[in-house]
């Protein structure tokens, strides 16, 4: 069945497309992560990411949401996200390792990378509503840990990223490619946190221990706040910003106006300081102290123009800096633990060698003709007109980042700002180039 034009944007799915997909999303172990039914996966995955984001964007009935959520399927999508997180962790390493793994194509492995992207896209997406979000049952304090190792790895990592040495090899480049990879992942799990701060007066006593005392996210955010990895500084001396995935030089008279993230990091500490129910439970000791009250520095009149809630979180840590508050008050109860994470590598350690050589010959070697297969499976995925439904700003060159207007006449899925820089690009695009263009021919 084809998804036909839906309101005022083409559609990716019809919504009983959507629902079939959605019905049919499953758990993977880490040895099958990769294999033909996974790859199937991974295609309505997409396709429920795509077709949400056209739901919000266009103002639609967001009927991919309202499947994921009617037919319990969250936490079903939370295990594949830290289940790929864990095979990236563990598996690929190992993968790279293997000294007669050299495959024809670096294809399907880069799926898998891609995969965690995929699903904390259609998470961030659908976490805004609060129904979704209490519909991850338990599996939310997994959510919870793994938005605590995002946030963890943006605030370790410099402002800057200077460019590293061209990989030699096409598994090299895998690993660079997971790299760039992970800052956007990070960003989008930075949202998701937000999402479940909004709702936590709906989600397990356990959710707001671990935000708050196990983790000391509002110690993270305050530390997000300080660095804020997602604004740099340009070989110019140009002011960049990160959003929707790629940075973007900020004109001088934009320099002060807050970006999403900005104002996801902000909105998650007011939710995390100012309701009742977390300054009972949170330890206002010294140190923790110390570091909120770095945030009156930050609290200037134009930002409290764009956030006006933030007054109020002006006026707390007024009051904090000349007040000790109360004990944080230690009600004795049963708390859950997150357990997805802990399960799989506890069911596969000391496994990973053995997965790692089980993919290469079941998932990560295939024919040339299963290779283009999933090449044109791929492409169909990713409609070219669909997806540019998708892309509020002109497309940008895939070497400089400049706005683009030309695409690669071969692939048609590359972009470039000028001929010079198609040609520089070449060495690097070619496989998936050629790969592409023989997917389009079958």
Not at 210 to 238: A, M
Request: net charge negative.
């Amino acid at each position: 069945m084809a998804a036909e034009t839906v309101g005022s944007g083409q559609a990716v799915l019809l919504p009983v497309e959507a629902a079939g997909y959605a019905e049919s999303l499953q758990e993977f172990p880490l040895r099958e992560i990769g294999c033909p039914r996974w790859f199937r996966q991974h295609e309505y995955i997409e396709k429920l990411n795509m077709q949400a984001i056209i739901n919000v964007t266009a103002e639609q009935d967001e009927f991919v949401k309202e499947n994921i959520h009617s037919l319990g399927k969250v936490p079903t999508l939370i295990h594949e996200l830290i289940a790929v997180e864990v095979w990236k962790q563990k598996v690929f390493p190992v993968l790279c390792q293997l000294q007669d793994f050299n495959p024809k194509s670096t294809f399907p492995i880069y799926i898998v990378i891609h995969h965690e992207a995929t699903i904390v896209n259609l998470l961030e997406t659908i976490f805004y509503h609060k129904d979704v979000c209490e519909s991850a049952e338990e599996a939310v304090l997994d959510l919870v840990d793994y938005c605590h190792r995002k946030m963890t790895l943006l605030a370790a990592q410099s402002e800057k990223q200077e460019p590293g040495q061209t990989p030699s090899t096409a598994l090299a480049e895998l690993k660079k490619q997971s790299q760039e990879l992970e800052f956007d992942i990070s960003v989008k799990a930075v949202a998701i946190l937000r999402y479940i701060t909004d709702h936590i007066d709906g989600l397990p006593i356990s959710v707001q221990t671990r935000l708050l005392n196990t983790h000391n996210l509002p110690c993270v955010l305050v530390h997000l706040v300080e660095h804020c990895p997602w604004r740099r500084y340009n070989s110019k001396g140009e002011l960049q910003k990160y959003a929707d995935g790629k940075w973007y030089t900020v004109p001088v008279e934009d320099q002060l106006k807050i970006t999403k993230l900005d104002g996801q990091v902000w909105i998650a500490l007011f939710n995390l300081l100012l309701r009742p129910e977390c300054q009972q439970s949170y330890d206002f000791n010294n140190f923790n102290k110390t570091q909120l009250l770095k945030l009156q520095g930050f609290l200037t009149e134009v930002l409290i123009d764009q956030l006006p809630n933030l007054v109020e979180l002006q006026r707390f840590l007024g009051h904090l800096a000349v007040v000790n508050p109360p004990l944080p008050k230690k009600n004795l109860v049963l708390e859950q633990i997150p357990d997805i994470r802990d399960r799989i590598i506890r069911e596969n350690s000391n496994k990973w060698k053995a997965i790692a050589k089980h993919l290469v010959k079941t998932a990560f070697n295939p024919s040339e003709q299963d290779l283009l297969e999933q090449a044109r499976r791929l492409a169909e995925t990713y409609n070219l007109d669909v997806m540019q439904n998708l892309i509020a700003d002109r497309p940008k060159c895939g070497f400089c980042g400049a706005e683009a207007a030309k695409r690669c006449s071969r692939c048609q899925v590359e972009w470039y700002c000028a001929r010079e820089c198609q040609v520089k690009h070449w060495p690097k695009h070619k496989k998936a180039c050629d790969l592409m263009a023989d997917a389009g021919k079958i």
